[in-house]
T-cell receptor, first 113, second 114 residues
Framework: GENVEQHPSTLSVQEGDSAVIKCTYS??????FPWYKQELGKRPQLIID?????GEKKDQRIAVTLNKTAKHFSLHITETQPEDSAVYFC????????????FGTGTRLKVLA | EAQVTQNPRYLITVTGKKLTVTCSQN?????MSWYRQDPGLGLRQIYY???????DKGDVPEGYKVSRKEKRNFPLILESPSPNQTSLYFC?????????????FGEGSWLTVV
């Protein structure tokens, strides 16, 4: 089955700097890769996603890149702000469906003012 | 307002005392699932349901039961809770089983088993 590894587990950056979180997956059939953000004490919420037919996707200060050959994908946050501090989860989903989502172990991002 | 509602939000119980965590969604979603979140382990799927009366095990189903008698409800049952089931639990729903559907999470239920 699918296995998703996420690194780093914690990441501290200065406000205004960029942050990069990386995930690798094992199932080459996986074709959908969402990223969820979980603020302290709250539920995870989707922030951006990418499908396997696209190499990069941007939404304002966040972007996700996908390298299908290497089976890894990354979340990039530019011009970080204190409100970006949260736990970020990557996930991979095979064509067989949403119910097969496998989540990474999470990255705790701290943006230092 | 579209939402996934789970109750209770916080619960402390004793070993062996059966408990149920309810989950309800108002989005007419076919797919529902339960996850537990533990430090360093991320979100792990307990059980999922693709539709009414259709359920299947996730990655960590031991010690849990579920039922899906109605489309909107997906309760999680701990028949005989043990301390290793102390965790943060999330119910989630999605429009369907196709890859690419956003998962909507409930607010979470903090469960402590002593």
């Amino acid at each position: 089955g699918e296995n998703v590894e996420q690194h780093p587990s914690t990441l501290s950056v200065q406000e205004g700097d960029s942050a990069v979180i990386k995930c690798t997956y094992s199932d080459s059939a996986s074709n959908y890769f969402p990223w969820y953000k979980q603020e302290l004490g709250k539920r995870p919420q989707l922030i951006i996603d990418i499908r396997s037919n696209v190499g990069e996707k941007k939404d304002q200060r966040i972007a996700v890149t996908l390298n299908k050959t290497a089976k890894h994908f990354s979340l990039h946050i530019t011009e970080t702000q204190p409100e970006d501090s949260a736990v970020y989860f990557c996930a991979a989903s095979p064509p067989s469906g949403t119910y097969k989502y496998i989540f990474g172990t999470g990255t705790r991002l701290k943006v230092l003012a | 307002e579209a939402q996934v509602t789970q109750n209770p939000r916080y619960l402390i119980t004793v070993t062996g005392k059966k408990l149920t965590v309810t989950c309800s969604q108002n989005m007419n979603h076919e797919y529902m699932s339960w996850y537990r979140q533990d430090p360093g382990l991320g979100l792990r799927q307990i059980y999922y349901s693709m539709n009414v009366e259709v359920t299947d095990k996730g990655d960590v189903p031991e010690g849990y039961k579920v039922s899906r008698k109605e489309k909107r409800n997906f309760p999680l049952i701990l028949e005989s809770p043990s301390p290793n089931q102390t965790s943060l639990y999330f119910c989630a729903s999605s429009l369907g089983g196709l890859s690419g559907n956003t998962i909507y999470f409930g607010e979470g239920s903090w469960l402590t088993v002593v």
